[in-house]
């Protein structure tokens, strides 16, 4: 059966072998990853970080797949949720606002999840290096 526990799990095992972090901290020895369950406050932003479509991609459910929650899954969001700490607070902004971003709070991290909608063929033909949905404006302004 399409969908049964065990193309879960082998679903699963793709994403764990092909999940890209750019960078792990700034130093080898202080490392962002895993993250620390008592961090006091985590910024998480991004079109991609509770979209569990946006995260899947095409041919997810069907050809070109779809964003939002088209399927049965654990989210960015969610997992961080469940990796941290019961007093971590973990803040969710799809697009950080500026009241967040200039309210002088101090996030232990800022974990930002952007990226291309699903799709099957050919909108992945373009010569431009860019994220789509505003997605480098979202890590400049979380960067600066």
């Not at 699963?12 to 092909?18: D, F, G, I, L, T």
């Not at 406050?41 to 088209?70: F, M, P």
């Not at 007093?87 to 291309?116: D, H, M, W």
Request: negative net charge; proline residues 4%; hydrophobic residues 35%.
């Amino acid at each position: 059966t399409v969908g049964c526990k065990e193309h879960r799990e082998l679903a699963r095992e793709a994403v764990r072998k092909s999940l890209v972090l750019l960078k792990n901290g700034t130093k080898i020895d202080k490392p962002f990853m895993p993250l620390d369950r008592m961090a006091e406050r985590i910024l998480v932003v991004g079109t991609h970080a509770h979209d569990l479509g946006n995260q899947c991609g095409g041919w997810t459910k069907t050809k070109s797949g779809q964003s939002g929650g088209i399927t049965i899954g654990t989210t960015l969001l969610d997992a961080i949720k469940a990796a941290v700490g019961d007093k971590t607070e973990v803040i969710y902004e799809k697009t950080p606002s500026n009241e967040t971003l200039a309210s002088g709070q101090s996030f232990s991290y800022a974990i930002v999840a952007v990226g291309e909608p699903p799709y099957a063929e050919m909108k992945g033909d373009n010569s431009e290096l860019t994220i789509p949905l505003n997605g480098s404006d979202i890590v400049t302004v979380v960067a600066e």
